[in-house]
């Protein structure tokens, strides 16, 4: 796929954000899938969120890494032309570089952002698994006499997000090997971390999908705003 066939994917993935939502507002799909993570006779989750070793897996260690990686970005695309060329980064593809960067560091801000203001609540939190609140969709209203005496702040989710940002690096690829490793690492890192979520009932399978093609759309405007250029590999040492 090329840097144009890429980019051609935008107005797809817009549409498959509607059409998932669709797809999650008009049916059980997501109760279905977290019915399955709930032991309703014991009334626990598949995972206990208070472990420590599987929140230090799927959660703290994450996190951590991707911090040190956008650290490592940020110095990349500000320290000298040097160290590109000894990792065979083309000057040129400092603008990749930058894209990789907003990438990662503005999709969780977006979807904190729209966490604040869709009025979801985790699947722990509803009645149905034991919780205080009722069920209600993205798109639906609470009832009259039935709202919640605080908002909910579950959807979409707000830890895979950092692990589908990591999409932000496909950009940096030359050849479509490397291109499909890179897209693999940035899918498979938020459904690693949002399948941990979903096990300990603190996302439905709605939030993660929808998290994951919010990453590609603000991966694809962040090219089109900077203008990109497709990375080139570098034949000779630079004086």
């Known amino acids: 796929m090329s840097r144009f066939g890429i980019d051609r994917t935008l107005l797809p993935a817009v549409v498959a954000l509607v059409l998932t939502l669709v797809l999650f507002e008009s049916t059980g799909l997501d109760l279905a899938i977290q019915d399955r993570l709930y032991d309703f006779s014991a009334h626990r989750w598949l995972i206990d969120a208070h472990a420590v070793v599987p929140r230090a897996v799927f959660y703290t260690g994450p996190k951590a890494l991707l911090i040190v990686l956008g650290m490592t970005l940020l110095l990349l695309i500000l320290g000298p032309q040097s160290w590109r ?62 709202r919640p005496a605080q908002r909910g702040r579950c959807f979409p989710a707000g830890h895979a997000s950092g692990g589908f940002a990591l999409l932000g690096l496909v950009g940096l690829s030359r050849t479509r090997r490397s291109r499909a490793l890179l897209t693999l690492l940035g899918l498979g890192s938020g459904t690693f971390m949002g399948a941990y979520q979903m096990a300990k009932g603190a996302h439905f399978l709605s939030h993660t999908v929808v998290t994951a093609l919010i990453a590609w759309i603000f991966f694809l405007l962040w090219r089109r705003i900077l203008s990109v250029s497709p990375p080139t590999a570098i034949t000779q040492k630079q004086p």
């Not at 990792?87 to 990438?103: E, G, S």
């Not at 952002?113 to 993205?138: H, M, Q, W």
């Open 85 to 146: 060329i000894r990792l065979r980064i083309p000057d040129p593809a400092r603008k990749n570089l930058l894209v990789a960067f907003l990438t990662l560091g503005t999709v969780p801000a977006f979807v904190g952002g729209l966490k604040a203001v869709t009025n979801v609540f985790c699947p722990s939190e509803i009645r149905a698994y034991g919780g205080d609140e009722p069920y209600v969709r993205v798109l639906e209203r609470y009832p009259a006499n039935n």
